[in-house]
């Protein structure tokens, strides 16, 4: 099983950027999955998270309008559109997943245990 992010670069603040989080040795199947950063000296957090079950997406305040998490299931991608990007985006971006939480609200509240290869984001003029 494996998870590989991919679609991060660098951009200048405004610009957009679409995340791609590819499965591998499963369909994406798993209840929830979401999309985490971390950034230098900050503690990790989940930007966007996603229930399969019924396709209800949870982001928290601080990218609600901006980004959006989506599935493809013919690709059995998870993607991340990211608009409006800003320095503090700056980061290693993550997707990541596992059989324990049903909810999109939960998976982002959680740390989930499947993870895949990163993914940098750079926001910089």
């Known amino acids: 099983v494996q998870l590989q992010a991919s679609g991060g670069g660098l951009v200048q603040p405004g610009e957009s950027l679409t995340l791609s989080c590819a499965a591998s040795g499963f369909t994406l199947n798993r209840p929830a999955i979401g999309w985490f950063r971390e950034a230098h000296g900050k503690e990790r957090e989940a930007v966007a998270c996603l229930s399969t079950n019924n396709d209800i997406t949870y982001l928290p305040d601080f990218v609600k309008y901006r980004f959006a998490i989506s599935r493809d299931k013919s690709q059995n991608t998870i993607n991340l559109q990211m608009n409006n990007l800003r320095p503090e985006d700056t980061g290693v971006y993550y997707c990541?997943?596992?059989?324990?939480?049903?909810?999109?609200?939960?998976?982002?509240?959680?740390?989930?245990?499947?993870w895949g290869m990163g993914t940098q984001v750079t926001v910089s003029s």
């Open positions: 990541a997943t596992d059989l324990g939480e049903a909810s999109s609200y939960a998976r982002c509240h959680s740390s989930p245990t499947e």
